[in-house]
């Protein structure tokens, strides 16, 4: 048990001052915070980088489809999130060429969420896109 009479007045405005200080500093990074970390505090969360959305996006579509994504050909930002055209494996045939692929468009809201998804063409792995134009 602690004598908390035998405190000295200048030890307790010690004790004070640092309180003070460390509030100050918090203060003080508060204040440096760029503007992409209001936006996060306001959200409750950080939106999420690029790497982030395509590792999301490529899990959330497996668990849906029960498929295996294989590569994203493509990729960009939009108004209302992200939009991805993801590549997966439909059916495995033997030799590998002869395998079903397939491409999904893929539509994300602004945090990684999947909100939609559809499947766009679908085709033999070992033939090429035809060329337009001819």
Do not use: C
């Not at 990729?75 to 030799?95: A, I, M």
């Amino acid at each position: 048990m602690t004598n908390a009479k035998n405190t000295s007045p200048s030890q307790s405005s010690r004790e004070t001052r640092k309180t003070h200080d460390s509030e100050d500093s918090q203060e003080s990074q508060d204040s440096q915070e760029s503007p992409g970390d209001t936006e996060r505090h306001a959200t409750g969360g950080r939106r999420p980088n690029p790497m982030e959305v395509l590792r999301q996006a490529r899990a959330q579509l497996a668990e849906l489809t029960g498929l295996t994504p294989e590569s994203v050909s493509s990729f960009e930002q939009t108004e209302d999130g992200w939009s991805l055209e993801v590549e997966v494996l439909e059916l495995t045939r033997v030799p590998d060429t002869m395998s079903l692929m397939a491409g999904y468009q893929v539509e994300l809201d602004p945090e990684g969420q999947l909100t939609g998804y559809r499947r766009v063409r679908r085709y033999e792995r070992g033939r090429a896109d035809p060329r337009s134009g001819r």
